[in-house]
Nanobody
Framework: QVQVVESGGGLVQAGGSLRLSCTAS????????VGWFRQAPGKEREGVSS???????IYTGSVKGRFTISRDNANDTLYLRMNSLKPDDAGTYYC?????????????????WGQGTQVTVSS
């Protein structure tokens, strides 16, 4: 049984940084496409960033230049480094994975999901 767990969320001031982490049992990230999604209160879940099996990233426009997705294969951990955070970045952040080479940034593509970690950005 696959279990995906996110961590690293918290409260940060606008302009600050956070690093989210994601680990999984029952799968290894280096042979999966992986992604980060977020959902703000009252809004639909949206794709933030994804990484294909070959390590090529995709970012949604609003986070380009501020967020970095990375994968530590040795520790089988996925990260999302978030810099210059804005109040609009707040929400619950989810890690997702699917056994695939490509990594489209839409949620219906992904098979495995974590429970999410909360990010709050104060202005």
């Amino acid at each position: 049984q696959v279990q995906v767990v996110e961590s690293g969320g918290g409260l940060v001031q606008a302009g600050g940084s956070l690093r989210l982490s994601c680990t999984a049992s029952g799968l290894t990230f280096d042979n999966h496409a992986v992604g980060w999604f977020r959902q703000a209160p009252g809004k639909e879940r949206e794709g933030v960033s994804s990484l294909d099996r070959n390590g090529r990233p995709i970012y949604t426009g609003s986070v380009k230049g501020r967020f970095t997705i990375s994968r530590d294969n040795a520790n089988d951990t996925l990260y999302l480094r978030m810099n210059s955070l804005k109040p609009d970045d707040a929400g619950t952040y989810y890690c997702a994975a699917r056994s695939s080479v490509t990594c489209p940034l839409f949620e219906s593509f992904y098979t495995y999901w974590g429970q999410g970690t909360q990010v709050t950005v104060s202005s």
